[in-house]
């Protein structure tokens, strides 16, 4: 009986065959069995092909039967190239594509519709050809603990260095937790930091530029907010439009043409501080605010809150102007542009509250700067207004803009 071979091509000597060979076929089988078992091999593509490969019986070297098989090629490959086996191989292999071209290597059966493997281009796999069916055998992938390319798998104390994410983190039901976006040729970032005992872990702006801030960003009407240590839950204070009451007991009337102080004490209720301006001639008062280091020195806007004691329904018309001066600064120095809101009109009952809309914006003359004492006027515009009564002005809401977190 002449003498067989296994799929892999190792010689089975029937018994009593090959007198005097018996020891060199041996040493042979014993080879390829060392090729199977750790033996490594190049496997190259050429310029850009396809390869097959192929059983070599009773003799060493053939590729198909190395346990470590490297993807190379002689030029760059321009498509994922197949490399196939016999459908009776049945074998585990390490593969690893080192081709040029960035391509992928697709490792299967000769034919058949069953499993293949696809080896990206720079990686490694550890691929088992089971030979489990006659027709379409699959070839399938052993991750054994090690990370995939594209496998689903949790990492357990494992250390990353600098790695790069794509467009978001998830949490373990697969929902964004984290949204990422990367910025071209970023400089700045935020460094997190732990602490020992006793202090506090931080987020830090670090990056090349000197001056780094952090920006919080809501979206549409949310807000930032933070839990103190007893769960206190509060909106954080962020820089920007902001109010202070002037009440008319606070100001002054004008010693030329000035409004007139009056305390008005009503059937029910709170007793009234008010400032009558006249209604047939324009009357000042005068208020001053040093306003928070924080304040952008821009310009102002106001509400104006009064009363009339009268039925009538005409508006009135108040306006505001206002000048800044700094440490050694002329008190003499003019105020700048007169700006009010649209004339308010009275409710038609006597002592109603009248609210103005917010006015346009008061350019502050004198150039304001930080820590100057800011002097306003306030006058009733009678060419601007009709009602047929005096306007008792109850104080002003002024609105400033702030830009920075403190006034230290």
Known sequence: MASTYTPLGVELQATGENAGTWGTKTNTNLQIIEQISGGFTAVNFGSDADIALSVSDGSTGAALAHR?????SSGSLTATRNCTIPLDVQQFYILKNSTTGSQSITFKYVSGSGNSVTVANGSTVIAYAKANDGTNPDIDSATIGDVTLTGTQTLTNKTLTSPKIGTNIQDTNGNELVT????????????YANAATGNNPSITASGDDTNIGIDLKTKGSGVIKAEDGGGTVSAVKIAGKETIWVPAVAMYPNTTSGAEAAQVELSNGPE????????????????AVAFPKSWNEGTVTFQAFFTATSTDTGTTAFVLQGVALADNGDLNTAFGTAVGPTAKAHSGTSNDLDVTAESGAVTIAGSPGVD??????????????????????????????TDAANDA
């Open 272 to 287: 009234i501080k008010v400032l009558d301006f006249d209604k047939t001639s324009d009357e000042f008062a005068q208020f």
């Open 68 to 72: 470590v098989l490297e993807f190379t």
């Open 180 to 191: 990422l976006t990367a910025t071209s040729s970023a400089v700045n970032e935020v460094t």
């Open 372 to 401: 100057e004492y800011v002097f306003f006027q306030i006058s009733r515009d009678v060419s601007a207004d009709n009602l047929d009564a005096d306007a008792r002005l109850l104080g002003v809401k002024l609105f400033f803009t």
